[in-house]
């Protein structure tokens, strides 16, 4: 397809504007699907400009440790995350496109070791992560083709990645079918927790190979929505260390006798199932958009959540957009998960012997304190303002408050053994168009 | 089975009521094309923000493949 046959005029009630592709939103709402998102929208060619951005991230947690502590230590801060990251997308004539970004995470803190309680020996340690991960795109006339890979390294941990996708168009560009599939292999350090600690015992590695198929779909001329099921199938080992550890040394529990308790124990395989759904509404007369999204998730653990999002794009003066958002999250628990402790966790680990080995038999020796695995409802509220400036140039700045807690758990309690959990986002970004 | 079952029936009649809309005309693209309307408005917002859930909650997927994991989740 030309590049003439492409572009139609866009007319409205506002005057007379300046042609525009006839199928950029929905190449937006494609190139969105299978592996590293991108941001631009374009049909059967490279998009017309690329984009160079940077983004500075700040991250802050906080949780008390147990309704005894009093929060003395910090005031329950438990982890803040630093994160400059850079991004890129540049077309390469007229068939083909590159995109990557980096990312470099400097973490301080602590995360629990079960339940809510903080260890407190890592409280002061940084850890770093560097992550990267680069897509190379070809464009043809009713189809695109993209091959991406990523790495994440961090003294503890590397992933590697690859990815696969494919878009194709029907029914004059109103419809376009994602497939795509990706393997990634991750590699647990043994000796990362505690350099060279012998206990952790040898590296383990985690390996899972994913699929997609989506449908991006116009239905009005005010409505694009999109459809993608994904399933993940990981084989590995999928247990928590540091909940190992921590909860191992500190008590050697014989359970029953010779056998070794450990504080995180999950099965070698997990599988994932995702259907997300997300609408997007134009509004005329205020200029405005409404983005909607629903998904729905389970796995092998018991695991069901739904996740239910909305934003509101209203552009006012000067260039400036406002967006503010709302999520909400509920899921239900693993089903090797446990409240050992329904009121909160004391400081000392001391469990009920025969209450554990009750448990264990209950799981097949599967068990966990993870708060990520228990149930429970979180709720996000934030706000983001972009402002365009010349030259193709845009800031934003953007802050979100997260809660997590059992009680916000949808049509029932969740876990009690968690105390509240909130967190912090903030973001401030430049990007330009070349 | 059945949960699977139900679920595949969901998504055939959700592709069913989405085909039965007209879609848009060429022409009639120009509101679909702001950059309000993208599905993916800012690419490293995204990113920052799955990862972030990805780590905190128990639930992953349904916006890509080939992702990669990290040590905190």
Redesign the interface.
Known sequence: MSADNKN?????SAGL?RP???????M??A?????????L?HAESAPEKGII?F?Y?N?S?WQPSNPNDNNQEGNGKRTHVT?P?F?L?APIGSQWSIEG?A?ADSVTGATPYYHSLLSKASGGQVDY?H?M?LKATRYFEKMAIGV?T???E?H??T???????GRFYF?????VLAL?????N?I?RGGGVIQNDPRLGPDVG?H?N???IG??????????????????AGRGDFSERYKEFYAGIQNLIIVPPSILFEGDVRPQSRY???????W?H?F?GVD??L?LSY?????S?G?K?H?IGTEW?Q?IAYGI?LVPEVRF?S?SA?HFYTDLYPNGAPAVFNPNPAQMTSFLASTGGLISFDQ??SAYG?YTVGL?VIKELPKDITM?V?G?Y?D?RGSYRLGGSGSTANLP?K?M?L?L?ISKKF | MPLKLVTALCILAFLEGCASFPGAQPWERGNLAKPIMSLDTDSLDSRFVTHIYDSKESSSGGMGVGGGGCGCN
């Open positions: 139609s005029t866009n007319s409205s504007r525009v592709p006839a199928s950029h939103s929905l937006a709402a190139l969105a699907l299978p592996g590293l998102a991108a941001t929208a951005g983004k991230l991250y947690d994160s990251s991004y997308l970004s990312v992560r992550a991960d991406g990523s790495y994440s961090e503890d941990y992933s590697r990645a690859l990815s696969v996708d029914d004059n560009n109103n419809t795509g599939t990706g393997v990634s991750d647990v985690k899972s994913d699929y997609l449908i991006t779909r116009v239905l009005t001329p005010l409505d694009v929505l999109q459809s993608n099921v994904t399933y993940s994932q199932f995702a259907w997300l759904t997300r997007n134009y005329p405005g958009a983005h998904r729905y998730y389970s796995d653990y695991i959540s996740t794009f552009p957009t999250y899921q693993a990520r695995l979180a983001k934003d953007k979100e997260y997590q959990f967190a986002f973001q970004g």
